[in-house]
């Protein structure tokens, strides 16, 4: 029995992505059970029998004969002259089976069943696409770009499903375009509006994380393990790792012989610098690991209050802070404390911390000036006017106004 406009054929619904067989039948005969409980009040003594080669739908009624004037149910029941104007053999008691055609549930009935079957297969669809990517968050997801918006990029994986990259979860230094490959983390997964949202990351520190373990066969295998990645995006990256095994330098299996572990994740991450560190207990000596390729002459922690207090020579202060300040934000991040940098000299009896001109400077200047390691007002006139310019957020006329204004202090 074919299935009159109800599904051209089982081949429609096996275009549908992530569902399978046996869930595709189970649907196509609810459908048809909710089509005869409408028209008959109960589906028990109906079979829906749905064939799995060629899609071909039927729908079988069983009844038990009776004799003529017995009939309770005529559901469940036919009289023999009835049953012997099917078959002229029959007998009571028996059971007959007869085909029921679809027709007899009429157009507007098989039309309505067939909006249903369609939202039932997308609603089950969404289900197990939401399922499938909820069990694949922090994995890595290589698709094509799709689609380019002003917000995010729409992905199209290896089956076809719909991914978003918003462009804050982007290195800003990526640059996609229709049709190009692209290599993500998956974010989260959430449902709106009841369709399944899947969001991407490129700058998340599960996308090192997971470039690692697939560069690396140690970390896959368990013998190295990542205990924290700190990162700006694009820019830099801190890995601190740990070896169980003495006999593996967990740095030197990171990077490789001569780099060519860490080139690959290099490039994938527009060249952000990827710094790896030895992971230590000793808060000390993870400070002066992160802050490397600074040396540093003596750290002072303050455990309660979650500060370290660096000092350096001044030829160090500029490593220790590192282009943008991204090398001391982020060896702050990877131990868990503030850093404060200080000149060496910066101890003289001579100097004034920058917080004794609140009243004279405004407290977001005094907060880009700490940013780059400048904490008291010789720190600050050891720089130039276009250092000052080109390490802060800071105008040349607002550089120069803070320099008239601590220099009076000293004459």
Not at 68 to 82: A, K, L, M, T, Y
Not at 99 to 123: C, D, H, N, W, Y
Not at 243 to 268: F, L, T
């Amino acid at each position: 029995m074919h299935s009159v406009g109800l599904i051209d054929s089982f081949s429609e619904f096996k275009e549908f992505k992530n569902i399978d067989r046996v869930t595709m039948q189970r649907v196509l005969e609810d459908v048809f059970r909710s089509m005869l409980r409408k028209r008959y009040g109960t589906d028990e003594n109906f079979d829906v029998i749905i064939n799995d080669s060629n899609g071909d739908l039927e729908i079988w009624q069983n009844r038990t004969i009776v004799h003529d004037g017995e009939v309770e149910n005529e559901r469940s029941q036919i009289s023999i002259s009835d049953a012997r104007n099917i078959e002229p053999d029959f007998e009571v008691g028996e059971d007959l089976t007869n085909e029921v055609k679809l027709e007899v549930f009429g157009r507007r009935a098989i039309l309505s069943a067939r909006q249903t079957l369609m939202s039932k297969v997308l609603e089950l669809e969404k289900d197990e696409l939401y399922k499938k990517y909820k069990d694949r968050v922090g994995e890595i997801i290589a698709g094509e770009v799709y689609q380019v918006w002003k917000k995010e990029l729409m992905i199209l994986d290896d089956e076809g499903n719909e991914l978003l990259l918003p462009k804050v979860e982007m290195i800003p230094a990526d640059h996609y375009k229709k049709g190009d490959s692209i290599r993500a983390v998956v974010l989260k997964v959430e449902m709106y509006n009841g369709s399944p949202r899947i969001l991407l990351s490129r700058t998340s520190p599960m996308f090192l994380e997971r470039l690692f373990e697939q560069e690396v066969p140690e970390i896959l295998d368990g013998l190295i393990t990542i205990k924290k990645i700190v990162r700006e995006p694009g820019e830099r990256a801190k890995v601190a790792v740990e070896s169980y095994d003495d006999r593996i330098d967990p740095v030197g299996a990171c990077v490789g012989m001569k780099g060519s572990r860490i080139h690959g994740i290099v490039r994938e991450l527009r060249n952000e610098n990827i710094d790896v560190i030895n992971f230590t207990a000793n808060l000390q000596l993870l400070i002066q690991r992160a802050l490397s390729p600074a040396k540093i002459s003596s750290i002072k922690i303050n455990e309660e209050k979650k500060r370290a207090e660096v000092y350096l020579k001044p030829d160090q202060v500029s490593l220790a802070i590192g282009k943008g300040g991204h090398n001391i934000k982020l060896a702050g991040k990877l131990a868990g404390v503030e850093i404060d940098v200080y000149r060496e000299d910066d101890e003289d009896e001579g100097d004034i911390d920058l917080e004794e001109f609140a009243d004279e400077i405004d407290s977001w200047i005094l907060d880009e000036l700490k940013g780059i390691g400048c904490d008291t007002a010789k720190s600050v006139l050891a720089l130039t006017v276009e250092d000052l310019v080109r390490r802060t957020e800071l105008e040349e006329e607002t550089v120069k106004e803070i320099r008239k204004i601590l220099q009076s202090e000293f004459e």
